[in-house]
């Protein structure tokens, strides 16, 4: 992988300027990133709600996060590519998990992101052992939406804090070079992030985290239903999109389009050898 930005590097960012990640799923998402500048590009599995028209994540394989990782891969970004392992690639065991996340770098991702706390130790040190770097996921972790009863923010009683302040705890001893923290109160994300010796990238968890991560389509108004409250879209590409065909398709309907501008010319001999 001809990533400029690699694992060690975003570790060491630690305190220092803060970290951006986007999702993207294919070429043109990865190079609109990579052109923006961003740190790291995620292959999300939320191409399952993205892209793919699934209600949740669990409906993605191995194979659909390579077949995206790929496209990606194929941009060359600058940015560190790190792939998602969907649900059920690494809760089989770690021989399995360590085979997982090593089609997707070899699909050409830089690192692997999986979610969950302590009972994932094992994975994260095999795939560490096996010279793959990780990145954790702690608070609303969606592959666990039908064991959380939904999407719901996590972290607010006590007992909660505490378990994920050790779960973080936990899995940067283990290894992990970054940790992402989604749908959380921001308190406990600071909590968090002065705790652990690696940097927190944050996604519905306040300001104090190392960074920040945001899904490609809602940062840009690209999606088909109501974003959550800890987005913030910066343009409306889909309403711009739906402006522009229902523009062409008026244009084409008049007759208005294409013009002679648009048109491939017979050459002059020709139309005078046929007669036209
Ligand atoms: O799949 C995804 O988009 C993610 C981010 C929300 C962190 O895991
Ligand atoms: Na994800």
């Known amino acids: 992988m001809a990533t400029t930005v690699t694992a060690p590097e975003v570790r060491a960012r630690k305190g220092g300027d803060r970290l951006v990640m986007v999702t993207a799923y294919d070429a043109p998402g990865a190079r609109i990133a990579d052109a923006a500048g961003v740190d790291l590009i995620l292959v999300g599995d939320s191409v399952a709600n993205n892209v793919l028209g699934y209600e949740d994540t669990l409906q993605v394989t191995v194979d659909d996060i390579a077949h995206h990782v790929a496209a990606v891969g194929r941009t060359r970004p600058r940015a560190l590519v790190v792939a998602d392992l969907p649900w059920l690639s690494y809760h089989t065991g770690v021989g399995d998990a360590v085979r997982n996340a090593g089609r997707l770098i070899r699909a050409g991702a830089g690192a692997v992101k999986l979610e969950g706390g302590r009972k994932r130790l094992p994975v994260v040190e095999a795939l560490i052992d096996a010279e793959i770097p990780v990145v954790g996921h702690l608070g ?137």
Request: glycine share 12%.
């Open 140 to 276: 609303l972790t969606p592959q666990s939406v039908l064991a959380m009863g939904g999407f719901k923010v996590q972290g607010r009683a006590g007992q909660a804090v505490r378990r994920l302040l050790d779960e973080a705890l936990a899995l940067a001893d283990a290894g992990v070079f970054a940790l992402v923290l989604e749908g959380i109160p921001d308190r406990v994300a600071e909590l968090v992030t002065d705790s652990v010796a690696v940097p927190t990238i944050g996604i519905g968890a306040g300001a104090a985290c190392d960074g920040q991560v945001l899904v490609f389509h809602d940062l840009l108004g690209l999606g088909d239903r109501p974003v959550p409250k800890f987005v913030r879209a910066y343009a409306a590409l889909g309403r711009d999109a739906t402006e522009a065909i229902a523009r062409w398709a008026a244009d084409v309907r008049s007759g208005a389009f294409p013009g002679d501008a648009e048109s491939y010319h017979l050459p002059a001999e020709t139309a005078r050898e046929l007669g036209l």
